[in-house]
């Protein structure tokens, strides 16, 4: 167990907080936190914060507005575009402009990280980078052998959707931003032979002086009309947006569910059974935690922890990883990985939180 931990990360944010909670209880020292918005500012601060041998955690930079701002105006800047104003809360806006300024600052750090052999780093920045690029993730899980939902590939627009549509006989998708998290922005997306369509969202349309903006609410919005359908499509469109095959989540009772999986070094630890009446199950949607052995067979159980070896298998360089996978009948697939999946507050595996846990087995 490292005796020093620095994270990469924003004071007083929940992360932080449950991190100093599970050293405290472990008698460590408390982590030293070098901020996001710092580090970007004076890229120096990070040999400093690594003069000593430790343990480097990543943590995600939206936690801190400014960070995330900071972000934005550097990939605007990256793709020649004009700087956008800061989001308001909840506003999905420019989101591959963000992810353009992340992975710059991911590759900085990992340069400066190369020359810093005394820090162990505890996610490596361009794996983070890597899970942070959804499109390209789910496609490398492919590449890996991990069982994952067909992928249509990238959406240009709502055109576009119907011919991809036609060109795989389907009339149910997910469409998802390719740099979102946390379920921001995900459709699902069905239509049948008469014409009809449906898009279920947490994105809400909002159309002020001409403009349409994205809003990320808890409520699901549902949209019924070609011209509201094709007005989000395009919205999310325009910031990288791609489409899986729809796969039915297991039922309990009258809600759905899928099953969130923390790996400690490449082991499967912590779980836990996202249950919602919706398509979306993700726990700050107001859905509920379930306890998965509860609600798995032998065989289900077995495919879970199989498929999340072979998912972490994948990603050699992160030590703690989450995963989104959907299992029935004895079959597993990854809806995602997710580099900061470890938030899940009070949730034990063996006694331990996640923070604990992953102190315990660094």
């Known amino acids: 167990m490292h005796t020093h931990l620095t994270l990469l990360a924003t004071q007083g944010s929940k992360r932080v907080r449950l991190m100093q909670a599970a050293r405290a209880q472990l008698r460590l020292p408390p982590a030293q936190v070098l901020e996001w918005r710092d580090w970007l500012a004076q890229p120096a601060l990070l040999e400093d914060a690594l003069r000593r041998p430790c343990l480097f955690k990543i943590e995600p930079p939206g936690d801190d507005p400014a960070a995330h701002l900071r972000l934005l105006h550097d990939g605007c800047r990256q793709l020649d575009r004009a700087p956008v104003h800061a989001p308001e809360h909840g506003e999905l806006l420019a989101m591959d402009a963000w992810f353009a300024g992340f992975a710059s600052a991911m590759a900085s750090l990992a340069a400066q990280l190369a020359g810093l052999p005394q820090a162990r780093v505890v996610n490596a920045p361009a794996e983070i980078c890597l899970m942070t690029d959804k499109l390209a993730c789910q496609r490398h899980l492919a590449a890996h052998g991990v069982p994952i ?132 199950t993700n726990l700050h949607l107001d859905n509920r935690r379930g306890e998965a052995s509860g609600l798995l067979s032998a065989a289900d159980l077995a495919a879970l922890e199989a498929t999340a070896i072979q998912a972490a298998r994948a990603f050699p360089a992160s030590h703690v990883t989450g995963y989104d996978l959907v299992v029935r009948q004895g079959q597993a697939h990854v809806l995602e990985a997710n580099a900061f999946g470890d938030l899940l507050p009070g949730l034990l595996w063996q006694g331990a939180d996640t923070y604990a846990a992953q102190l315990t087995h660094a």
């Open 149 to 280: 939902p067909v992928l249509l590939g990238p959406v240009h627009g709502y055109q576009h959707l119907q011919s991809l549509l036609h060109e795989h006989d389907l009339d149910r998708v997910y469409l998802k931003p390719r740099y979102g998290s946390s379920a921001s922005g995900v459709v699902a997306y069905r239509r049948n032979k008469a014409g009809r369509q449906q898009a279920t969202t947490s994105a809400t349309l909002s159309r002020t002086d001409g403009q349409t903006r994205l809003f990320n609410v808890k409520r699901m919005a549902r949209y019924e009309t070609r011209h509201d359908i094709a007005a989000l499509v395009d919205a999310l469109a325009a910031q990288e947006l791609y489409a899986e095959a729809w796969l039915n989540k297991p039922r309990c009772g009258d809600s759905h569910y899928d099953l969130r999986v923390v790996t400690l070094a490449g082991q499967p630890a912590h779980r836990v059974a996202r249950i919602g009446q919706h398509m979306m």
